[in-house]
């Protein structure tokens, strides 16, 4: 028998089964794909393979960015972006210098943080708010943008466009912001990039994976079928160090293209400074870029470049942290006894809340310097370390000599 009926089998799996070649079996390849193309996905998965196949035949040209930071490629079109960081860090005032980069005015000369985009290709903003009121906050915000592009805050750029989803329930939001895509994708033309501020108020609840991934699937479509790029705004998870709100904010890291957190550099003693960093976390399309910093400068009424002192200053108190003045009085009395390593040094980092790297560095300040401090007994000494085996001991001498043996030695010594 040739036929695959014959033989017991019903669909095309059988053949395999039974062991005999396609032809034998009497249905023929096209037959098998006419029939599978009634399915209901597998006809759309066959058209876009054959579309794949058609293009990684061409020449493909590499992306240019459609924003860049001097020489660094920060947005590259049709990809999904974050900016992630705390409340109040300025998130939106970087996502407005933004998008002033991208409306300028050719002539103006504001050059926005180094932030620039290609004249030639200037895509339109539409930019969606979802927090700030509409009476003060929102339109100031608007104002800024515009100011800082080169125009008149009474000008309206054809390629800026702005609304507000604050007045719309949360429940409804999702389908508010779907609609105006749609509309925004049929009154402009040319590349869009739609900001999403913040991104979490955009759908009903952002810790459901299904409203989550449903807006997902929007911003994925969306880029891959249309000229657009999204730029959201999300915040961090109160005591997270880099983790964005939910499960929104978990997806969003995985999908996002570039992802830059906007955070208060620490100083002395870890405690938040006026120092903004930009840290990149996620670059896909390029190597991570270092850190750019700003501050905040209430003459230009938003965000401008640190200059190398602010940094320097910064940077500088961080080693302040545990003061060798703190360490040498701490030492006076708490080291009465010769102590292992391990044991001083989880003591001191306990103590002054940092890190074992500055307490080593510290102890190895002392050690090196033969710095002069005293004892509980106020007897001059300098801070001594001795490998004893594999341990290393660190005690007090005193100047010229040894500490006096404490009582509990003095007994010891008189029993042995």
Known sequence: PNTLKEQGGKDIAD??????????????????????????????????????????????????????????????????????????????????????????????KNHLLGFKTNIMNRPTVCYVDTERNLTEQFPFALQQILQKAGYNKEETPYHFDYISLLEIPRKDRFAALNEYLSYVRGKFDGHLVIVLDVVTDCIKDFNRSEDSMQLIDLMNESINKFNVTFIGLIHENPGSTDKARGHLGTELMNKSSTVIQVGFEKGKNGQPTDLIALNFLKTRSTKRYDSIYLRYCNDAKG????????????????????????????????????????????????????????????????????????????QDCILTKTPQGKEIIYELQVQGGTVEPTVEKQLSIVTE
Not at 306 to 331: C, P
Not at 347 to 354: A, H, R, S, V
């Open 15 to 108: 053949f395999f089964r039974l062991g005999f070649a396609l032809n034998d079996a009497g249905l023929k390849m096209e037959d098998f794909r006419k029939k599978s193309s009634t399915d209901q996905y597998l006809s759309q998965l066959l058209e876009t393979q054959k579309a794949l196949t058609k293009r990684k035949a061409e020449t493909i040209a590499k992306t240019q960015p459609i924003l860049t930071h001097y020489d660094n490629a920060i947005i590259f079109p049709r990809t999904i972006n974050i900016i992630q960081g705390k409340a109040g860090v300025h998130k939106s005032r970087l996502a407005e210098t933004f998008c002033s980069a991208f409306i300028k005015q050719p002539m103006h």
């Open 303 to 378: 965000l401008v470049l640190a200059d190398a002192n602010d940094i320097a200053e910064v940077m500088q108190s961080r080693h302040l942290k545990a003061e060798i003045g703190e360490i040498t009085a701490f030492l006076k009395e708490y080291l009465k006894e010769p102590t292992p390593n391990k044991v001083l040094v989880d003591i001191l980092t306990d103590e002054f809340d940092c890190s074992s790297k500055i307490i080593r560095t510290r102890l190895k300040e002392l050690c090196e310097s033969k710095t002069i401090m005293q004892n509980h007994l106020e």
